[in-house]
């Protein structure tokens, strides 16, 4: 069965402190796609990043970085020097290849950062 | 191009009442979603298509219809609405070739 856990529920982190966000999935798939997506205070969903199974290498988007363990089916995001502007709700989320492209998403983070 | 969009941004429905959510996209994208956002969890899947005239349930089909007549606007149809529907929709769009999806804005339903 797929599932997405993201375990923190709600993170504080003052600005300028580096804060990872975790993230561990389930799937008996080979292929699949793992996303990271971001909510902000207005609502809309904003797709951050996907990786497939077959990709381990980290990546880094300036101050964003996904590190991805399928050893330890993780795949966690990492914010450098946060600032105000990354607080947001952060899902995670899984989707198997063959399967219409449908999303399994986690709960989601949300994210403080304080001035 | 507009992308994913979705029509109203907000609307209050009475107990019993129905009306349907619009949402077109401009991207010739074959697959699209809609899901609910209730407060302080993840999206669930009502229902998608992955083409003109091919519908499918997802997680949460249940109070829900949906049709797909052309490739560009999936509606959403609620017969008779509940307070359990108060709820944020969003629908989506894929090619799906890579499994990306591409969100609308939303539509936030308050059903009393």
């Known amino acids: 069965a797929q599932k997405v856990t993201q375990a923190q529920t709600e993170i504080s982190v003052v600005e300028k402190e580096d804060v990872t966000l975790d993230c561990v999935y389930e799937t008996r798939d080979t292929t699949y796609y793992l996303f990271w997506y971001k909510q902000p205070p207005s609502g809309e969903l904003v797709f951050l990043i996907r990786?497939?199974?077959?990709?381990?290498q980290n990546e880094i988007s300036g101050r964003y970085s996904w590190n991805f363990q399928k050893s330890t089916s993780s795949f966690n995001f990492t914010i450098t020097a946060s600032q105000v502007v990354d607080s947001a709700v952060y899902f995670c989320a899984l989707s198997e290849a063959n399967r219409d492209d449908k999303i399994i998403f986690g709960k989601g983070t949300r994210l403080h950062i304080l001035p | 191009n507009a992308g994913v969009t979705q029509t109203p941004k907000f609307r209050i429905l009475k107990i019993g009442q129905s009306m349907t959510l619009q949402c077109a996209q401009d991207m010739n994208h074959n697959y699209m979603y809609w899901y609910r956002q209730d407060p302080g969890m993840g999206l669930k899947l009502i229902y998608y298509?992955?083409?003109?005239?091919?519908?499918d349930k997802g997680e949460v089909p249940n109070g829900y219809n949906v049709s797909r007549s052309t490739t560009e606007d999936f509606p959403l149809r609620l017969e008779l609405a509940a307070p359990s529907q108060t709820s944020v929709y969003f629908c989506a769009s894929s090619t799906g070739q890579d499994g990306t999806q591409y969100f609308g804005p939303g539509t936030r339903l308050l059903v009393l």
């Open positions: 298509s992955v083409g003109a005239g091919i519908t």
């Open positions: 990786r497939n199974s077959f990709d381990e």
